[in-house]
C-alpha cells in the first residue's frame, strides 16, 4: 500500500476512535436547559421556540408528578429506549412523587419539533410546574437520573 494511503487510514481510523469516545462520554448524560434559544431552526416550530421548556399536562396525557415528572420519549424500534423505561420506572417507584411518563415520539412529531428532539431516547426532567429543569440524550445512568432529581427535589 502507499503512504498517502496509509496515512489517509490512519487519519480515518483517529477520527472514528475519537468520535467513538466523544459519544460514550456524552450520552445519556443529563445536561441543565440553557436559558438561550435554540442555536438552530426547528422546521415547522414557532419562531420563539426556546431551549427552556414546559410541558402541560394535555401534552403528556396524565397529571404531572407531585415532586417531579421523567418525561421520556422513545420509538418502536429503539433498544436502548427499554432500558431506559425500567431505568425511569425504578427511579420514579422510589421517590415519592415522582411520575415516569414515556411519550411516542413518532407519535407526537409537533412536540418532538418544538423541542429539538434528534434521537430516542431523550428523557427531560420536570419540576412540580412542568418546567423542564435537566434533558438527557440516550439511556442515561440511575446515578444520574437520581442526581438530576436532587436538583428538582
Do not use: Y
Not at 3 to 12: E, F, H, K, R
Not at 78 to 103: K, N
Not at 111 to 130: A, E, K, Q, Y
Request: with cysteine.
Amino acid at each position: 500500500m502507499n503512504p498517502v494511503g496509509l496515512s489517509i487510514l490512519a487519519l480515518v481510523l483517529v477520527a472514528a476512535t475519537a468520535f467513538g469516545i466523544w459519544r460514550s462520554r456524552n450520552d445519556g448524560r443529563m445536561r441543565g436547559q440553557p436559558s438561550t434559544p435554540l442555536p438552530f431552526p426547528v422546521s415547522g416550530a414557532p419562531e420563539t421556540t426556546s431551549a427552556v421548556s414546559t410541558f402541560s399536562e394535555q401534552e403528556l396525557g396524565t397529571p404531572l408528578g407531585a415532586q417531579a415528572t421523567l418525561v421520556q420519549f422513545s420509538t418502536v424500534f429503539c433498544q436502548p429506549c427499554r432500558a431506559t423505561r425500567r431505568i425511569l420506572a425504578e427511579v420514579a417507584s422510589m421517590v415519592d412523587g415522582v411520575r415516569h411518563v414515556e411519550i411516542d415520539a413518532e407519535d407526537n412529531l409537533d412536540l418532538v419539533r418544538r423541542l429539538g428532539i434528534r434521537r430516542t431516547p431523550t428523557v427531560f426532567v420536570l419540576d412540580p410546574t412542568g418546567r423542564v429543569v435537566n434533558r438527557a440524550t440516550g439511556q442515561p445512568r440511575k446515578a444520574d437520573v437520581v442526581a438530576a432529581l436532587g436538583a428538582v427535589l
